[in-house]
């Protein structure tokens, strides 16, 4: 839709990815794996790098051990990582192919509820901190 195309083209040179709000939640879950390496690997367009990374340092506080941006389509299980995190069923399933013996967790959301997906799935990010921890959730 022609709404997204503005998002694209001016909202996002304008700094959108610098004043997106926190996912309840998350930054209690960041703090809770203080003791991981803690990479943000995410789909941003490249005139929003700069602002996902500032608003990374700005929201959680922390210096993370990488913020590395995506574009659509591209998998994240190139980067090696013991646990992902993603809202998105194909984000998942390229993970998959490409880190078969890493813990793949789908963040349940309303948009993807109904799809198939045979692994983990959460409700919020206490429960993936619960997942990371070996905890039952």
């Given at each position: 839709?022609?709404?997204?195309?503005?998002?694209?083209?001016?909202?996002?040179?304008?700094?959108?990815?610098?004043?997106?709000?926190?996912?309840?939640?998350?930054q209690q879950a960041i703090a809770d794996l203080a003791n991981c390496d803690i990479f943000f690997l995410t789909n941003r367009p490249r005139n929003a790098?700069?602002?996902?990374?500032?608003?990374?340092?700005?929201?959680?506080?922390?210096?993370?051990?990488?913020?590395?941006?995506?574009?659509?389509?591209?998998?994240?299980?190139?980067?090696?990582?013991d646990y992902y995190i993603d809202d998105k069923p194909e984000n998942c399933e390229l993970i998959v192919r490409d880190q078969p013996d890493s813990n793949v967790v789908l963040h349940n959301r309303l948009y993807n509820r109904n799809?198939?997906?045979?692994?983990?799935?959460?409700?919020n990010l206490n429960e993936f901190v619960g997942v990371v921890n070996g905890r039952d959730e």
């Open positions: 839709p022609e709404r997204w195309s503005w998002i694209w083209r001016k909202a996002v040179p304008q700094g959108l990815f610098a004043t997106l709000n926190v996912m309840p939640g998350a790098r700069r602002d996902t990374y500032r608003w990374v340092l700005e929201k959680f506080h922390i210096q993370p051990a990488g913020i590395i941006t995506f574009k659509t389509g591209e998998s994240k299980g190139v980067i090696p990582c799809c198939r997906w045979p692994g983990i799935r959460v409700d």
